[in-house]
């Protein structure tokens, strides 16, 4: 075939990727519900996108820092606390929090009332580190910090305690 030829086949178009309310994936991690919207597996693993609410008083994960992704948090409703080293951030609804590779970072609800954030990875490598997290718990594993790093390891990330 030529290459005006090539030029006039149709390619395929990806298709549009919809997800309602109530949709996507579901995971549970303690006090944290997180509702996969999108997997990566509709962006060619560029991006992913994940709802979470986090339940009042809820702690996150250890400070850590990853190698490869950038990981984006939009606050939705609620207050949540982003510490990143030694500082801490309140971001209360409409903020937006970008975490590029390395920077040493963890998040919980220190309120009363609940908190929603709206969470990108890019690329999509992270997500299967909440999945694994799932699994552990569903497994009737709790989540130690032996847990966490195990699983962190497995996504080019480590806890940043004690690193520089």
Do not use: C, K, W
């Not at 609800?109 to 694994?132: G, H, I, K």
């Amino acid at each position: 075939m030529t290459d005006e030829a090539e030029a006039n086949v149709p390619q395929a178009v990806p298709a549009v990727s919809v997800v309602g309310p109530g949709d996507g994936e579901t995971i549970v991690l303690g006090t944290t519900r997180m509702r996969v919207l999108e997997d990566g597996s509709h962006t060619g693993h560029r991006l992913a996108i994940a709802e979470s609410v986090l339940a009042p008083h809820t702690q996150g994960p250890p400070q850590h820092r990853h190698a490869r992704h950038d990981e984006g948090f939009y606050i939705l409703s609620g207050t949540v606390r982003f510490t990143v080293g030694d500082e801490d951030h309140d971001a209360t609804t409409g903020t937006l929090v970008m975490v590029p590779p390395g920077t040493p970072h963890t998040f919980a609800n220190p309120t009363d009332q609940p908190a929603v954030m709206l969470s990108t990875f890019t690329p999509d490598l992270y997500v299967q580190y909440f999945r694994d997290l799932g699994e552990e718990l569903a497994g009737g594993r709790p989540l130690s910090p032996e847990a966490h790093t195990d699983a962190m390891s497995r996504y080019a990330t480590e806890p940043a305690t004690g690193l520089g």
